[in-house]
């Protein structure tokens, strides 16, 4: 009981640290890449503190629900937003025995519950009550028919070489040869996954200078927040995911598993801002088109590749 | 174009990493601060005693936002003499509320009472504080900087003709084919 | 056009237009589905419309039905209120109406004077003229090179075009000590000499933007996504730019081959060999292509005028005024190209020493009537791609 316990402490603890490091890095590479320094003085050294100075400065704003909206329902939304990725981290193993919970149809769950993420801002493009809002969850809701497919796909190309569903029975059969062998596959899964977090170049649910962040149009103060926490928490989670799954968790030379782990994960994330930094917004139907012409055939590619050499 | 798919995404990349490994090129502002050129329009400055009160600044002004109070004074007639009025400047202010920094006053006064100066520091909490009076003006004159010399080609600035020689070299300066100075017959061209 | 404008605005849309079924409803069909048209304002506020332009859009789902451009936000009433201030005065307040291209449109009217005072501008001020008129292109054209891509998402673009407007712009207020809003054109030549060792300065700072342009060509220019959002959205085709009075990179950009620089040139353009940069296509990316090449252009006008400086034999900038500046009864018409297109002035004098009329011909007034034409049957995601690459700015439309 006790160990649970603990387990959890350390989960929410990494919950509420790994976004913030996530989005400082986001500040400071994304900054850099355009030749700023970005924040400089919350905190002194280089501004360490802007994003908690960021949090106290929503938590103090007004929470404004706009006359026109649909309270309940408004109200509930970021949490929507945020809580499946919590509950994702749940069951992401770190390292060898160094997980919250061990699922045997982990990734089931996993892929089951990051789904329902998205219902946070379909439930908060509807409920605002503003016409850019609901044009963002209906962008929402458009998004979601075309990277779920993919990324179910990808991940189940993984779940058959490694012949489990676990995630730590996924990382413990995962061999280097496999970065070739899956490459397709974690692309693939890569790809869909920025696309439903709907980081550029997929923000077009969110898409600022179109629909004016779309379904966060109307939200402030710390609903707001949420909202973006649950961005960053998803580059975390998507992050953790991939390496999980396609990168080997915590095989690596040298260093302790879940330092590679961790490595893994900040590679990935700062590649997410990467992306961010250098693309344009793609269009709604672009998506779609990528992701039935692009994504889904070369994920069934992936699928024929790691059964045949199963197989073999 | 016969290019591989993805060439542009990969330039892409590489250019934002090449500059996140270079120098960022921000000043940080109220620490580094800014060299400006000295005829940077920032802030006008007013020398009272050059100021005759003779109004062709507020006249000129696009949109009126010289105040200029003044009134007459007789000086006591010298020895030999006869008593003389002067202009006594009561007041002298610019609303920079108001003002367009276009430099009119500047170029329309005839005693160089007012300058420019690169000062830009003056932001006020209340609007009505940009309004400045002749003493703050008069601060803003230790801030302006010497005007810079001219490119090479250029005619002398009117000041330095006008010293080394009166009128007559000052024109035999200009070149050959380059127009007379008073085109005041222009009107009818 | 203000009359066309206002005219479609009271014939197409009859005055039942309240909030929920928009304008579009009427014209669209009785459709299988029964869905209604959702209006929806783009603008006064919003942040693809670089200010306080605002469109009335008609929306079928994501497509666009109708699209009206509704202007006057920021009517100043510059016209009006040149009619009350004197020629030296005129010029601050002309700077001010398309604040992207200040330099161009002081120009203008100190042509237009010129013309009617038959005055001969001095040699050096010509050719002065000449390059910081193609320097204010540079500085206009990087703005827009920087904020276009910000609207299609690409957050970098703008910041690269800002270091090198930057440098630019540090040339340009060393000469004229100001950033935006020169105010260095006087009718006769040019408020003051250049700076010692401007020229050198500025032929450094021409020589860096031309060696850090490629950052924003390699960055933007041949990105597929890019190139997917902008290529064959939008298009403009000839007969329709004619109709409307599209000019400038907008109108070069569907083939209409007209720069008054080469057509009519006014300033020294006659002895410079311009270079019209022109495509086809009329499209979004055709648009952008057209402004980024004229950079190329104008940076080697830019040197082009330098050099021609440092060669000229010493003479003054300006001409000597007399107290009271009028201009000789008459009218006259100067237009110039300005970065975004025709700028024109047409001055009316009755001998007064103000004018007694002086009409503004600004480039984006029509530039932006014909997204009436372009926006109804896309997205409203390509709305924003079309409406960035027309260029505009909204104190030029609301004058």
């Known amino acids: 009981m006790l160990e649970i316990a603990l387990r959890l402490v350390v989960i929410i603890g990494a919950f509420l640290l790994l976004p913030l490091i996530v989005g400082q890095l986001e500040h400071k590479a994304m900054a850099h890449m355009q030749s700023r320094l970005g924040p400089m003085y919350a905190g002194g050294f280089h501004g360490w503190a802007q994003l908690i100075a960021d949090g106290v400065k929503f938590v103090q704003k007004?929470?404004?629900?706009?006359?026109?909206?649909?309270?309940?329902?408004?109200?509930i939304a970021p949490a929507v937003a945020l809580v499946p990725y919590l509950i994702v981290m749940i069951v992401i193993p770190v390292g060898p025995g160094l997980y919250g919970v061990d699922l045997d149809a982990g990734l089931f769950f996993v892929?089951?519950?990051?789904?329902v993420g998205v219902l946070?801002?379909?439930m908060a493009g509807w409920s605002s009550g503003n016409k850019y809002s609901v044009l963002g969850g209906m962008r929402s809701a458009a998004q979601l028919m075309s990277y779920e497919l993919p990324l179910v796909l990808a991940a189940s190309s993984v779940a058959m070489a490694a012949g489990t569903l676990s995630l730590t029975g996924i990382v413990e059969a995962w061999q280097w040869w496999w970065l070739p062998w899956q490459a397709i596959g974690a692309i693939v899964f890569f790809v869909a996954g920025l696309a439903e977090l709907r980081r550029p170049p997929f923000d077009m649910p969110i898409a600022e200078s179109e629909i004016i962040m779309g379904p966060m149009t109307e939200y402030t103060g710390i609903r707001f927040a949420l909202f973006m926490l649950a961005e960053y928490v998803g580059i975390v989670v998507l992050s953790a995911l991939t390496t999980v799954l396609f990168l080997g968790g915590w095989h690596g030379p040298w260093l302790p598993g879940p330092v590679w782990t961790l490595i893994k994960i900040f590679v990935l994330a700062f590649v997410v801002i990467w992306v961010r930094v250098s693309y344009p917004r793609m269009r709604e139907d672009q998506l779609q088109k990528l992701a039935w012409v692009g994504l889904v055939p070369l994920a069934l590619v992936q699928l024929a590749l790691t059964g045949v050499v199963k197989v073999l | 174009m016969a290019r591989i798919p993805g060439t542009g995404l990969a330039k892409g990349l590489a250019v934002t990493l090449r500059h996140m490994l270079r120098r960022s090129v921000t000043q940080q502002y109220p620490e580094v601060q800014p060299e400006l050129p000295p005829r940077s329009r920032g802030v006008i400055a007013l020398v009272e005693e050059n100021c005759t009160s003779c109004m062709l600044c507020a006249r000129e002004c696009p949109d009126w936002c010289i105040y200029i109070d003044s009134h007459k004074e007789t000086i006591p007639a010298p020895e030999g003499g006869r008593p003389r009025q002067r202009n006594v400047l009561d007041r002298f202010a610019i609303d920079f509320s108001l003002c367009m920094y276009c430099g009119i006053c500047i170029e329309a006064c005839p005693f160089d009472a007012l300058f420019w100066a690169p000062d830009f520091e003056y932001a006020e909490h209340d609007i009505r504080d940009l309004l400045h009076e002749k003493d703050r003006l008069a601060t803003w004159a230790t801030k302006v900087p010497p005007p810079p010399a001219h490119e090479l080609g250029a005619e002398p600035p009117k000041e330095l003709a006008a010293e080394s020689a009166p009128r007559p070299s000052a024109r035999s300066i200009r070149p050959p084919g380059a127009l007379p100075k008073r085109p005041e017959s222009e009107g009818d061209a | 056009m203000i009359d066309r404008a206002w005219e479609h605005e009271s014939v197409s849309e009859p005055k039942e237009i309240v909030v929920g079924v928009g304008a579009g409803a009427s014209a669209v069909p009785g459709k299988e589905l029964a869905t209604e048209d959702m209006v929806l304002n783009i603008g006064p506020q919003h942040p693809s419309t670089h200010g306080v332009l605002r469109l009335r859009l008609a929306l079928d789902g994501e497509r666009i039905a109708t699209a009206e451009p509704i202007i006057g936000y920021m009517h100043r009433g510059a016209e009006k209120l040149f009619e009350v201030r004197d020629y030296r005065q005129i010029i601050v307040l002309a700077n001010r109406h398309d604040w992207l291209s200040a330099f161009a449109n002081e120009l203008g009217v100190v042509i237009?004077?010129?013309?009617?005072?038959?005055?001969?501008?001095?040699?050096?001020?010509?050719?002065?003229?000449?390059?910081?008129?193609?320097?204010?292109?540079?500085l206009n054209h990087l703005m827009f090179l920087g904020s276009y891509p910000l609207e299609l998402g690409a957050i970098t673009p703008v910041f690269y075009a800002f270091r090198e407007r930057e440098t630019i712009q540090a040339v340009m207020e060393e000469i004229s000590g100001g950033r935006m809003h020169y105010m260095?054109?006087?009718?006769?030549?040019?408020?003051?000499?250049?700076?010692?060792g401007w020229l050198e300065r500025t032929g450094r700072a021409v020589a860096d933007v031309r060696r850090r342009l490629p950052d924003i060509e390699n960055l933007i220019m041949g990105n597929e996504i890019f190139l997917a959002r902008t290529t064959g959205v939008g298009v403009l085709d000839r007969e329709t730019i004619l109709q409307y009075g599209v000019s400038g990179p907008i109108a070069r950009a569907s083939g209409v081959d007209l720069d008054l620089r080469r057509d009519e040139p006014y300033l020294a353009y006659g002895e410079l060999p311009v270079k019209v940069?022109?495509?086809?296509?009329?499209d979004c990316h055709a648009r952008f292509e057209v402004l980024h090449d004229q950079l190329k252009v104008s940076l080697d006008l830019a040197d082009a005028c330098l050099e021609r400086l440092r060669q000229l034999p010493p003479g003054p900038i300006n001409q000597r005024l007399p107290k009271i500046l009028k201009a000789p009864e008459g009218h006259t018409y100067a237009w110039t190209e300005s970065p975004l297109g025709l700028n024109g002035y047409y001055l009316v004098s009755r001998g007064e020493k103000t004018p007694w009329r002086l009409k503004l011909r600004s480039a984006s007034f029509n530039n932006v009537q014909v997204l009436r034409e372009m926006l109804p049957g896309n997205l409203l995601a390509d709305m924003v791609a079309i409406l960035g690459s027309m260029f505009f700015v909204v104190g030029d439309i609301d004058k």
Do not use: Q
Not at chain 1, 68 to 75: G, I, Q, T
Not at chain 3, 184 to 196: A, H, I, T, Y
């Open chain 1, 111 to 115: 892929l089951a519950v990051m789904g």
């Open chain 3, 277 to 282: 940069v022109t495509r086809s296509a009329g």
């Open chain 3, 184 to 196: 260095f054109n006087r009718v006769g030549g040019l408020k003051e000499d250049l700076p010692l």
């Open chain 1, 120 to 122: 946070g801002s379909i």
């Open chain 3, 112 to 138: 237009a004077v010129e013309r009617m005072l038959g005055m001969e501008v001095p040699v050096r001020a010509v050719w002065a003229r000449t390059l910081l008129a193609e320097l204010n292109r540079v």
């Open chain 1, 62 to 75: 007004e929470d404004v629900i706009p006359a026109a909206a649909d309270r309940a329902v408004f109200k």
